[in-house]
């Protein structure tokens, strides 16, 4: 049995970031991931950080703001301590994010989207078709207009994740690769967490990061109600002609990386398990993409 003050299970995005944090704060960290180096969701992603783009509506989506606002103020000051800390280029760009209307309609809700993100204390434009083309060359002669958020930005979430499982190792922490199967409550006090591979480790906290694989731990409390939610994109090769920014259309995003590639995404089937991409999802990705004739 090993000992720590603190067990992570989960090594994405957010298990790997609370690990780091906590080890940087002089805790004992064991962080368990059943990823190893690739965890699924992180890899997948296309690290968009854009909370203009969140205000879809509903009770929840003033608050969802709100938080994702707070976090991207956050992000410059994290990305530049990660990166003096690993030698790591996280490939965090402030280029802006621009979504576009192809009709009248589309138009008018960005108006109010706007708005209503303007009294939130947000950075938000909306431009008209010429504007919006001097921005953004790269996108559609068919826009009619655009909502343009200069402070949105993106990070490339594999070099995130290999920066913050360096930043771990180097603050102290230790990294199993591992499923764990159950969190109990310790005779002796605390917590124990035990992997499908017969390891087990005690801990004074136990914190579970490990998105939709929670509902295949037992927990000593209820389980959180997470579902999967499958989305399917792409990754195309783009050289010259590609849009400089995120472009956010009908049925898509273009979100172009420091590397060359231009990742195009995604779908959304709530509950779905399946890892298989479906013809029909990429043939309208592909068609989407048209938003930006050079890539299409």
């Keep these: 049995m090993s000992g720590a003050s603190v067990v992570v299970v989960g090594g994405g995005v957010i298990g790997l970031a609370l690990g780091w944090r906590l080890a ?29 783009f969140e205000m879809s509506g509903g009770a929840v989506a003033e608050p969802l703001y709100d938080l994702c606002l707070a976090s991207l103020r956050r992000w410059p000051d994290f990305a530049q301590r990660l990166e003096a800390a ?140 997470i579902h999967p939610e499958k989305g399917e994109a792409l990754a195309l090769k783009c050289g010259t002609g590609g849009p400089s920014c995120v472009v956010r259309a009908p049925g898509a995003y273009l979100c172009p990386k420091a590397d060359g590639r231009l990742v195009v995404g995604a779908t959304a089937a709530p509950h779905e398990t399946s890892l298989d991409p479906r013809a029909a999802a990429i043939d309208g990705l592909k068609a989407a993409a048209a938003a930006a004739p050079a890539v299409a």
């Design 24 to 52: 940087e704060e002089g805790a004992q960290v064991i962080l368990v991931d059943a990823g190893a180096e690739a965890p699924a969701a992180t890899s997948a992603a296309a690290g968009m950080l854009a909370p203009s």
């Design 86 to 225: 690993t030698g790591v280029s996280i490939d965090f760009r402030r280029d802006g994010v621009m979504g576009l209307a192809f009709d009248a309609a589309s138009a008018a809700a960005f108006a109010e989207a706007a708005a209503a993100i303007d009294v939130r204390g947000g950075n938000i434009r909306l431009l008209n078709a010429a504007r919006a083309k001097a921005r953004e060359p790269a996108i559609s002669d068919k826009v009619v207009a655009a909502l343009w958020a200069p402070d949105d930005a993106q990070v490339d979430p594999r070099l995130l994740t290999l920066a913050l499982r360096r930043a771990i190792k180097r603050s102290g922490g230790v990294l199993v690769d591992g499923r764990v199967r159950e969190v109990v409550l310790s005779p002796s006090g605390g917590l124990m967490a035990t992997t499908q591979e017969g390891a087990t480790f005690l801990a004074d906290a136990v914190v579970v990061a490990a998105g939709v694989a929670v509902g295949t731990i037992a927990l000593p409390g209820p389980t959180p109600p």
